[in-house]
């Protein structure tokens, strides 16, 4: 891709990333945005068909930089993170924050973090099956679904409010309370 192009694609996704703070993607027209990020409607549609095929690409870039970092991470022989991960963790959610931010906010829309709860949910039952091999199936997922909506809660209000604890102190929380749960599954 060559650089203009790059430079343009990027506005644009970062202007539509922006107007979604603030307004929902199906109120967010292609003239809105255009003029949101100052190019005309021939250049937009120049690089994309429509406001959710920038959507689709925003969520795209994002879930590969989230491959790439899971890929990345070290988990224990039983399968649980180590110490690092979840700082690790709220690094690639705070370097993301505003795309984040989106995709929270559009969790309905957001085929990204429906595919990374189900991606989690097959690496928390692995991990937890080993665990617990006397648990029930059933009891690890419903663990997994109240630990999981909680996360993305803690997710959302961190980010929503400015981010106030830093890094390590908002894995730390994230970290205390799925240990917490965890007594679920004795």
Same mark, same amino acid.
């Given at each position: =891709?060559?650089?203009?192009?790059?430079?343009? %694609?990027?506005?644009?996704?970062?202007?539509?990333?922006?107007?979604?703070?603030?307004?929902?993607?199906?109120?967010?027209?292609? %003239?809105?945005?255009?003029?949101?990020?100052?190019?005309?409607?021939?250049?937009?549609?120049?690089?994309?068909?429509?406001?959710?095929?920038?959507?689709?690409?925003?969520?795209?870039?994002?879930?590969?930089?989230?491959?790439?970092?899971?890929?990345?991470?070290?988990?224990?022989?039983?399968?649980?993170?180590?110490?690092?991960?979840? #700082?690790?963790?709220?690094?690639?959610?705070?370097?993301?924050?505003?795309?984040?931010? =989106?995709?929270?906010?559009?969790?309905?829309?957001?085929?990204?973090?429906?595919?990374? #709860?189900?991606?989690?949910?097959?690496?928390?039952?692995? %991990?937890?099956?080993?665990?617990?091999?006397?648990?029930? %199936?059933?009891?690890i997922d419903y663990y997994y679904i109240f630990v999981s909506n909680g996360f993305l809660g803690l997710l959302e209000y961190w980010l929503n409010s400015g981010m106030r604890e830093s890094t390590n102190e908002i894995a730390e929380i994230g970290e205390n309370i799925l240990r917490s749960g965890i007594e679920f599954l004795r």
């Amino acid at each position: =891709m060559s650089t203009a192009k790059r430079r343009t %694609t990027d506005k644009i996704k970062a202007s539509l990333t922006a107007m979604l703070e603030k307004t929902p993607i199906e109120d967010i027209t292609a %003239t809105a945005l255009c003029e949101y990020a100052k190019i005309n409607r021939a250049t937009f549609y120049y690089h994309y068909d429509s406001v959710h095929d920038v959507f689709a690409e925003i969520e795209r870039q994002t879930e590969s930089e989230f491959a790439q970092w899971l890929s990345q991470s070290i988990f224990n022989s039983d399968g649980s993170p180590e110490k690092g991960f979840y #700082v690790s963790f709220f690094e690639f959610i705070s370097r993301n924050a505003s795309v984040c931010r =989106m995709l929270l906010g559009a969790r309905r829309q957001s085929n990204f973090i429906s595919r990374a #709860v189900e991606a989690g949910r097959e690496k928390v039952v692995s %991990t937890m099956t080993k665990l617990f091999p006397d648990c029930q %199936t059933s009891k690890i997922d419903y663990y997994y679904i109240f630990v999981s909506n909680g996360f993305l809660g803690l997710l959302e209000y961190w980010l929503n409010s400015g981010m106030r604890e830093s890094t390590n102190e908002i894995a730390e929380i994230g970290e205390n309370i799925l240990r917490s749960g965890i007594e679920f599954l004795r």
